[in-house]
Structures are given as C-alpha cells and as structure tokens.
C-alpha cells in the first residue's frame, strides 16, 4: 500500500481527530476504527459472518499464537488465514512482541532476535526481523506488525533506550527484508514499524525520527498500556500526534476501553459488558429481577434478552451467555466508533467527546 492508498476525509477543528479513508486488496477501511480481536483466527463465540455483519471490514490476530496452533504448514496448506477462516476482508497480525514480552521467565531477547519457550509445551522457539516477516506472508494477512521489543511501563529511561535502540535495528533489517520479498498469495502486503520509548518524550522522538527514515505506509503507537500511569500514557498519545505524519494512519496497539478509545482519537489517533451509559457487570445480583433488555440501542441480541436472563446465563455458566455478552460488546464497540467518525465528519466531536466522557466516567 502507498501513501496514496490513505486519504484524510475530514479533520476536528479542534482537536488532532481525523477521518479517513485506508485502500487495501480486501476492501476498504474508513478510519478511526476498532478491530475485533481473533487471536486464534476467530473472534471467540462468533463466526466470520457474525463479524462480517457487524459490520467489520478488519479482524485482528496474533502471529505468535497462530505459529504454534495451527501452526504455518497447515496455514499454508489452506492457502492463508483469509482461506482458512472464510474471511475476505483485511486482517492486521501483531507481530507476537507483546506476548513474548509477557513471557518474562522463558524467553531471552538478544540484538539477533527472541529466543522463547512454548506456553503450551516448553518448546523451544526463535523469532528475528526476518522470521517473522516469513511466519506473516504465510499467514496472509494484509497489515504486518515488525518484531519490536516491548518492555515494561515501570522500568527505567536506560531499558527504554535500549529498547528504542535494538526496535530501530530491527525495523531496518525487516523493512529491507520486506521489500526484497513478496506476498505468496498474491495480495499487497503492508508492513508496519513500532514506535517505542516509554512514556520519555525524548525516546518517542528518537524512536519516530528513525523509524520515519524507513517511509513506511502506517506507523504503530507501541509500549503503552503496559503498566505506566493513565496521564502518562496520553501525554505519551500527545507527542506522538507531533511526531507522526498527519498524511499516514497510525495505529495504537493495545489502548481498549471506550473511553481510552475516545481519548486517543482526540490526540490524532485512527485505529477495544460496554453501553453509551456506562459499564454493566451482569454478575452483580441487582440485575437478578432485572427483566428489562440488556440494551435498548446495540444488537438484536441486546434488545431480545433482559439483564435477569444474562444473569442467570454467566451464573450458570452457560456458553449462550458468552455469546450473547460477546456479541453486544462487538456491536458496541463498531457503533462507538461509527459515531466518532460521524462527529467528526460533522466538526462536534470535541463536544460530544466531552459529554461522553463526563457520562461514561461519572
């Protein structure tokens, strides 16, 4: 994907949301977005139609789960994930940084690459720049995150830098390695560069200015939401919104409640049981007599259950329950940012931004 393949739509005048418009083989992407999460290649509880009728034109999985189930000869043996799953539209991988980085007692990072051990058997693994561009052309999917090194919120300026450091040295073998490959099922594939740095104003700079050496399509907002201080965490949002070109999308990994998301559109950013009234834990027994629906304004689902039945559905452990919770937090979260994009497009986005947030966090 060129930079072409990227247009702003329409702009808040008061804050750094934009809208806008992403090109890609399978389909097109209006941002800012939310992407279902399929680690495994499927959204737990839904089907790729059920996702599809959202709706949502992108999934996200997780190439460190999908190398080791299914594994990359059966993907490739199915001709893909997109095949594997019967998805059609676009799909991002994360590169697996983060799930490596939570397995602190069995990898070992070296400016070579990741050696770790399986979650599931003790097996011995190694990633490197290269590898895990490989592991994601097999896998198919149209956004490629590059193996980063993610480090803790709470660790100090001198393993941020090194982080910064060995990250940049990565993007740079991976980027080359990247454009002297090609996609094995004849698609484009997008390669994306992480941004690290902690929340260190002067790590983020260096970390955007040598990763924008490389010209990607997209950049990722990486490092965040892994143990830093809320206030920390949008301020490093803040900097990166001067850092980052305004014409290239950029990605925020692992930012995921609905105010966080509302938040961060407002600082420029364009890509996680949730109502507009605020958070419901169906467990609680207040919601025991409660026969009125689950929500009068997401999903079918949450217009023809009432609160009671779901109730008594996670109380008795039933799959149905998951399911139906699954599928109004899904629809939650594509109209959420459907009625960004609508605000924005109609220039009230500060406005409504405010009075969701004061409602929502009360």
Same mark, same amino acid.
């Given at each position: 994907?060129?930079?072409?393949? /990227?247009?702003?739509?329409?702009?808040?005048?008061? #804050?750094?949301?934009?809208?806008?418009?992403?090109?890609?083989?399978?389909?097109?992407?209006?941002?800012? /977005?939310?992407?279902? $999460?399929? +680690?495994?290649? =499927?959204?737990?509880?839904?089907?790729?139609?059920?996702?599809?009728?959202?709706?949502?034109?992108?999934?996200?999985?997780? +190439?460190?789960?999908?190398?080791?189930?299914?594994?990359?000869?059966?993907?490739?043996? =199915?001709?893909?994930?997109?095949? /594997?799953?019967?998805?059609?539209?676009?799909?991002? +991988?994360?590169?697996?940084?983060?799930?490596?980085?939570?397995?602190?007692?069995?990898?070992?990072?070296? %400016?070579?690459?990741?050696?770790?051990?399986?979650?599931?058997?003790?097996?011995?693994?190694? &990633?490197?720049?290269?590898?895990?561009?490989?592991?994601?052309?097999?896998?198919?999917?149209?956004?490629?995150?590059?193996?980063?090194?993610?480090?803790?919120?709470?660790?100090?300026?001198?393993?941020?830098?090194?982080?910064?450091?060995?990250? +940049? =040295?990565?993007?740079?073998?991976?980027? %080359?390695?990247?454009?002297?490959?090609?996609?094995?099922?004849?698609?484009?594939?997008?390669?994306?560069?992480?941004?690290?740095?902690?929340?260190?104003?002067?790590?983020?700079?260096?970390?955007?200015?040598?990763?924008?050496?490389?010209?990607?399509?997209?950049?990722?907002?990486?490092?965040?939401?892994?143990?830093?201080?809320?206030?920390?965490? &949008?301020?490093?949002?803040?900097?990166?919104?001067?850092?980052?070109?305004?014409?290239?999308?950029?990605?925020?990994?692992? $930012?995921?409640?609905?105010?966080?998301?509302?938040?961060?559109?407002?600082?420029? $950013?364009?890509?996680?049981? /949730? #109502?507009?009234?605020?958070?419901?834990?169906?467990?609680?027994?207040?919601?025991?007599?409660?026969?009125?629906?689950?929500?009068? #304004?997401?999903?079918?689902?949450?217009?023809?259950?009432?609160?009671?039945?779901?109730?008594?559905?996670?109380?008795?452990? *039933? $799959?149905?329950?998951?399911?139906?919770?699954?599928?109004?937090?899904?629809?939650?979260?594509?109209?959420?940012?459907?009625?960004?994009?609508? *605000?924005?497009?109609?220039?009230?986005?500060?406005?409504?931004?405010?009075? &969701?947030?004061?409602?929502?966090?009360?």
């Amino acid at each position: 994907m060129s930079s072409k393949k /990227f247009n702003i739509t329409s702009s808040c005048s008061k #804050t750094s949301a934009r809208t806008g418009l992403i090109k890609t083989d399978h389909g097109e992407l209006e941002t800012p /977005f939310f992407m279902p $999460v399929g +680690t495994y290649g =499927a959204v737990k509880t839904q089907s790729s139609e059920n996702i599809a009728n959202l709706p949502s034109s992108i999934l996200l999985s997780n +190439t460190y789960h999908l190398y080791l189930r299914p594994g990359i000869d059966i993907l490739k043996g =199915a001709g893909g994930l997109h095949k /594997f799953m019967n998805w059609d539209k676009a799909i991002l +991988t994360d590169s697996g940084g983060f799930q490596i980085y939570s397995l602190a007692n069995s990898r070992k990072i070296t %400016d070579d690459g990741v050696t770790f051990r399986s979650h599931l058997d003790g097996s011995e693994h190694f &990633f490197n720049p290269k590898s895990i561009i490989d592991i994601q052309r097999i896998i198919g999917s149209d956004f490629m995150m590059m193996l980063d090194e993610c480090p803790p919120g709470d660790v100090s300026k001198k393993e941020w830098r090194k982080a910064v450091n060995r990250t +940049t =040295a990565w993007a740079k073998i991976g980027m %080359d390695y990247y454009r002297n490959t090609n996609s094995i099922y004849n698609h484009h594939q997008v390669l994306i560069p992480i941004v690290q740095g902690g929340t260190d104003s002067d790590l983020r700079k260096q970390s955007a200015e040598q990763l924008l050496e490389l010209n990607a399509d997209i950049y990722a907002i990486g490092g965040l939401a892994v143990g830093e201080e809320k206030d920390d965490m &949008f301020s490093t949002i803040e900097i990166m919104d001067e850092y980052l070109p305004k014409d290239k999308p950029r990605y925020l990994m692992g $930012v995921g409640t609905p105010a966080d998301l509302v938040r961060s559109v407002a600082r420029g $950013v364009d890509a996680q049981l /949730f #109502t507009f009234g605020g958070t419901i834990n169906i467990r609680n027994s207040k919601y025991k007599n409660d026969f009125s629906p689950i929500d009068k #304004t997401t999903s079918s689902m949450s217009q023809q259950y009432s609160k009671s039945y779901l109730h008594h559905l996670f109380n008795t452990r *039933e $799959v149905l329950g998951l399911q139906i919770a699954t599928s109004h937090n899904l629809h939650f979260f594509i109209n959420l940012m459907q009625k960004i994009r609508d *605000e924005i497009k109609k220039n009230t986005f500060d406005k409504w931004s405010e009075q &969701f947030l004061n409602r929502y966090e009360k």
